[in-house]
């Protein structure tokens, strides 16, 4: 079974500030990883993935992840905040086993509060 | 381009009726997933469908079935409505063999009372 852990519930940054957002995953396989954006009453924003290659991947609105297999991490993170950036935060992952299937598996989201 | 289309919005149901929820996926995408997120938590997977087939099923109980037209649109139907079943639901579509990109729809609020 595939799991996600995101251990905070709240980060608090100031603007300007770097800012971090924690995940760490359990799978059986190879993971795959992503990481979206939820803003009140929406949906899910696509902000960026790991499949394979770079342990550093680049994504939308200046956000990046680091894939660390021996920490079985991917945290998010971002040089500088933005008071937009305020949002719920989730880690999700999928193993490469499905056999075509991929229904991915959340973490419980990070609620993410950029202080101007 | 229209990404994913949910409809309704929302919706007030009563517990034990039923009720169809409905997806038309992102234009060149053939696999719809449906999605329950409760208050609070992330979301969790019901089910996925592929070439109008259910391909993989989360921990979910036979409440919840769905269907996958020829156009690929989708419906999620659950049947004896509980309390717990409000949520909002999610519909994500992506394109098999493509590079794992899943497109969210906005999401349908169910509010069983």
């Known amino acids: 079974a595939q799991s996600v852990a995101q251990p905070e519930d709240q980060v608090n940054v100031a603007e300007g500030n770097p800012l971090t957002v924690k995940c760490t995953y359990s799978?059986?396989?190879?993971?795959?990883l992503f990481w979206y954006v939820q803003y009140p009453n929406r949906g899910l924003q696509f902000l960026l993935k790991?499949?394979?290659?770079?342990?550093l991947v680049k994504g939308s609105y200046g956000f990046e992840a680091e894939f660390n297999k021996s920490q079985t991490s991917f945290h998010l993170k971002k040089p500088s905040a933005l008071v937009s950036d305020s949002a719920l935060y989730f880690c999700?992952?999928?193993?490469?086993?499905?056999?075509?299937?991929?229904?991915?598996?959340f973490g419980k989201g990070t609620h993410l509060i950029i202080q101007p | 381009d229209a990404g994913v289309t949910q409809s309704p919005t929302h919706l007030i149901k009563t517990r034990g009726q039923q009720v169809t929820l409905r997806c038309s996926p992102k234009?060149?995408?053939?696999?719809v997933s449906w999605y329950q997120q409760a208050l609070g938590q992330g979301p969790q997977f019901i089910f996925q469908?592929?070439?109008?087939?259910?391909?993989q099923r989360g921990n979910f109980p036979d409440r919840f079935s769905g269907h996958q037209f020829p156009n690929y649109s989708s419906e999620l139907n659950v049947n004896a409505l509980l309390l717990g079943d409000s949520a909002l639901y999610l519909c994500?579509?992506?394109?098999?063999?493509?590079?794992?990109?899943?497109?969210f729809g906005s999401g349908t609020r169910l509010t069983v009372v």
């Open positions: 234009s060149g995408h053939d696999t």
């Open positions: 799978v059986s396989g190879n993971p795959y």
């Open positions: 999700a992952v999928r193993d490469d086993s499905g056999g075509g299937a991929d229904g991915l598996t």
């Open positions: 790991y499949i394979t290659g770079d342990n």
């Open positions: 994500a579509s992506s394109r098999t063999g493509a590079n794992y990109g899943y497109t």
């Open positions: 469908y592929y070439e109008e087939e259910e391909r």
